[in-house]
């Protein structure tokens, strides 16, 4: 069944979802809030600056304005960076059709307030759309060649979870449904943390060993603050809990732990950030998630530690004495 689909965001991960769901044989739309950028993607049909060589479907059309890339829409699907996430929404609040459902692909809390993006959601659009979260292990650019993938879509309404899988599912992407949407949304908010860890630690040069202990201890930090905060275990050990958690922390096409790597190397964390040349979301996220274990009193040492890094000045090797110095204590989730 053909779904008419509007992107909001043309980053690689919007641009990715957008080929995937025409190829799916949808009608999509692919819109951005940067008019020049726009005027590129329709002039080369394809995305230059972070999917070279991919072309654009001929059911894949480019939106310039808002409210006409919204018209008659049945899903309207948001891959904004966290920090844009409520803008976006509010932009698109007057135009969004009232049959439409709403879905994001974004991962992350709230800069500044620190919200779950299902939270953002209802206080933006202001009355009761179906909405749903996309996660899991999936970098755009295997997503965009086509390689298999598998995903999760996390809807408090089961039918618009399975409409939204519906939609994405095709030949290469497998979708799974949830009703567990604060757990889907911690897990890819907190895998972007660790990702980071774990590319400080390589960067250091503490090799395999250390990266496997990140990556458990920090799938345990994940798995408290996400039953602090009401999502269920089950989702943690899932794709979008330990899955996108083991793609983040090992593969260096996650800006995330590339990042991580260029601080473990000794870089500045601005130098860092510029090189990357696009959102890294944990960067953020580590902050945000710190503060809401405070406030739930859920220990998370690995988090604590890349947040001094980050944002306080710590010598990311000292981070590292620092969590080896910690007391003993048995090994439970």
């Given amino acids: 069944m053909n779904t008419t689909v509007t992107v909001l965001g043309v980053g690689s991960w919007g641009t990715a979802l957008a080929l995937l769901l025409a190829r799916n044989g949808h009608t999509v739309r692919l819109w951005g809030h940067d008019p020049d950028e726009l005027a590129l993607l329709g002039q080369y049909r394809e995305n230059r600056r972070y999917l070279p060589g991919i072309p654009f479907p001929d059911s894949l059309t480019i939106g310039v304005d808002l409210a006409a890339a919204l018209v008659g829409v049945d899903l309207a699907l948001a891959v904004v960076p966290s920090h844009a996430y409520r803008a976006t929404l509010e932009r698109m609040r007057p135009h969004l059709p009232a049959t439409a459902g709403l879905a994001w692909a974004t991962k992350g809390l709230e800069p500044g307030s620190g919200l779950f993006l299902h939270e953002v959601t209802a206080q933006a659009l202001g009355r009761e759309w179906p909405a749903a979260v996309i996660s899991g292990p999936s970098f755009a650019g295997e997503v965009a060649q086509g390689l298999p993938t598998a995903v999760t879509v996390a809807a408090r309404e089961v039918d618009h979870a399975r409409r939204v899988a519906t939609v994405l599912h095709g030949s290469n992407l497998r979708a799974y449904t949830s009703t567990d949407v604060i757990g889907v949304e911690l ?26 202990a990140l990556i ?96 306080h000045g710590q010598n990311p090797r000292r981070a590292v004495e620092i969590l080896l110095a910690r007391d003993l204590k048995p090994e439970i989730l």
């Fill in 187 to 212: 897990g890819g908010a907190i895998k972007n943390v660790l990702a980071i860890a774990a590319g400080i630690a390589d960067g250091l040069g503490f090799g395999a060993n250390t990266r496997a």
């Fill in 216 to 311: 458990t201890r920090g799938l345990a930090e994940m798995v408290r603050l996400g039953l602090a905060v009401g999502g269920q275990r089950e989702t943690f050990m899932g794709l979008a809990g330990v899955g996108d958690l083991v793609l983040t922390c090992t593969d260096d096409q996650s800006r995330n732990r590339r990042f991580g790597l260029a601080v473990g190397r000794g870089e500045t964390v601005e130098a860092a950030l510029a090189a990357i040349g696009q959102v890294v979301e944990g960067a953020v996220t580590a902050r945000e998630a710190l503060l809401l274990a405070r406030r739930l009193r859920v220990e998370m040492p690995i988090t604590e530690q890349v947040d001094r890094v980050l944002h």
